[in-house]
């Protein structure tokens, strides 16, 4: 038999000392012996030979153990051992073992998370232990009364605190009898809540089994959550759909789960994380510490970000942190929970009639605010849609000032309801584009205007016209100036061909003078053209010249991003490009030869085909290939090195950088077959950090993550001496 080593920082929840401190060497031969006994092999061999019941039957056991175990790797310790890839493979191999042997389907399989017929309607729970709420913070002074109270109340005790980010989600129970889900509710009124179990069944993150050593009966409770991203990808499909948008991750998560069809909620893509024990037997903890650190060791998510704070100085240092992290967080916050460490002070502090006197909840200003509306105007982007543009009177949120707010299409303005001289809450959180969430009806003054989508296009007089089926309007002019302008920027922009000096201003001009009617007019162009045009010095027509010539080195990928083929962003054309190599195999390329590729669904192929399909967007490549533009890739991901650090690394870049940009540094990491992530978490292997790095620094340190200067990584990308 193996035995394994494996590293588990015991400290996992951070805190003062330093993460080498907290590291202590498990010996595990636990649970992991469950399957050391079975070599990979072995397993391919099973499952060729599993035609009796019985080797059928140790075979699942073997793949359900392994699909939990990567489940535990991936979702709580952040850390997996394998790729997406072969996960998959391993569902879907124990899919097919089930399929030919269905009484081996158990419940806890995680092949049986999407299941179950639509309800008719959730049945009550009653909690046993009731699910109260706490009492609220707005203010540093208010935390530090919360302090004083519980010092008067424990006179001469020492008091250490847990402070934990405040996710904004929904409460719920989870229940596991004998280490096995079987029960999920909502808090509902404290006392009662509804049933959710078969959604709860679907978010990923949360085990159907607890890991071994679980007590008989074990209730946690915690957040369920939409994160950032998955609230972004579905409301920008609802509004392409024209479906009602939800307003924030909280009531999409909230939706979400009161979904009746379950099927429904699988397709949501929900997070869970726990943040205290429930009704439980025989456990024996003796702080909340300990019961996060038992939550984590059965298997069940907790927030990394976590901590335990010494007094009320570290909970308020912590509550600042949290602050500045909070716009890069992937899911809204909206505050820090503060709770008494031990237990037992807990017990002699007690209950009010709704909350706890051992919590607080110490609550951040919201990240929206309310506004007025001045107009609603239309804008024609490059695919020549017509976007609704709100027009605001300037105000702050979330750290910036907002003037300007997309309202998507003429059904969400309808939906929504927002009227010209309307007074409005918007909302902005992390990069997202601030939304219109709702009008405030209670301060209309019926003077407000109903906005009416312009039956031409306001840029060329053409025909707007909405497809039956669609929720956009779009300019149908060939000539519209709006779409060839925005085209032209978005070819010459930065995450496209990256033509510096060709900003908007120089490409309004030179479409003005009539010097580019298309982007690859941009490679005819001439120094004694360019001078002619306003602000433009000999120098400067000159620096424009070589970015234009650089540019036709950019890249595969950047042309295909460039060229604005509708639905095709910056990632899937990476994509196009790795997958395909070059342009010609990416225009000769089946529906299904497209949609093989990783970010390239069914309406992407569509669209790619269709561009394609248009003998004037033939006739563009093929003017800019007789220009010189690259169109094959030169390097792909087979070709890089195997050997160089990067391959394979997930990299954040932050701060500025002097000897190139951070756009630049990023293509690097991926040119070499690293992956770049926007934030820092323990799945970061580098961060590459330049002059005045803010918040990703601090976290790279909490985590004990590898840092870079540029120096640094200038060596280890073989760039620097
Ligand atoms: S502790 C006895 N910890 O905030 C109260 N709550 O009013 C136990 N929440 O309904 C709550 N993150 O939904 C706690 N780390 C956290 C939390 C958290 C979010 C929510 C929870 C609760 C509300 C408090």
Redesign the pocket.
Known sequence: MNIFIATLPCGFLGGENSPQLQQIYVLAVGFMSLFSDITNEQLVEMDAAAADQQTAGQLAAELQRRLEYHSYRYYVLDDPEISDAEYDALLRQLEALEARFPELVSPQSPTQRVGGQPLPGFETVTHRIP??????AHSFDELKEFDLRIKRALPDEQVTYVA?????????SVLYEDGAFVQGAT?GNGQQGENITQNLRTVKSLPLRLRPGAPAVFEA???AYMSREAFSRLNSGRSERGEQLFANPRNAAAGSLRQLDPKVTAHRDLDI?L??LGYTEGVGVSSHWEALQLLRDLGLRV?PL?RQCAGITQVLEFCEEIGRLRPELPYD???V?V?VDSLAQQARLGFTAK??RW?I?FKFPPEEATTVVRDITVQVGRTGALTPLAILEPVTVAGSTVSRATLHNEDIVRQKDIRIGDTVVIRKAGDVIPEVVKPVTAKRTGAEQVFTMPTVCPACGAEAYRAPGEAVTRCIGSQCPAQLLEGLSHFASRDAMDIEGMGPAIVTQLVEAGMIKSPADIYGLSLEQLVTLERMGQKSAENLLGAISRSKNAGLARVVFALGIRLVGAGAARDLADHFGSMDRVISASTQELTAVPAVGEKIAASVKEYFSEPQNLELVQRLKAAGVEMTQERTQEQVSLDNPLNGKTVVVTGTLETLSRKEAQELVRSLGGKVTSSVSKKTDYVVVGDNPGSKHDKAVELGITIWDEEEFLRQTGRGS
């Open positions: 699910m109260l709420s706490l009492s609220n934990e980010p405040k996710i904004d989600g929904l409460a719920v808090r409770r915690g957040e994380f943040y205290s927030n976590v916050i909206d505050g929970v709770k909350s706890p919590a909840a």
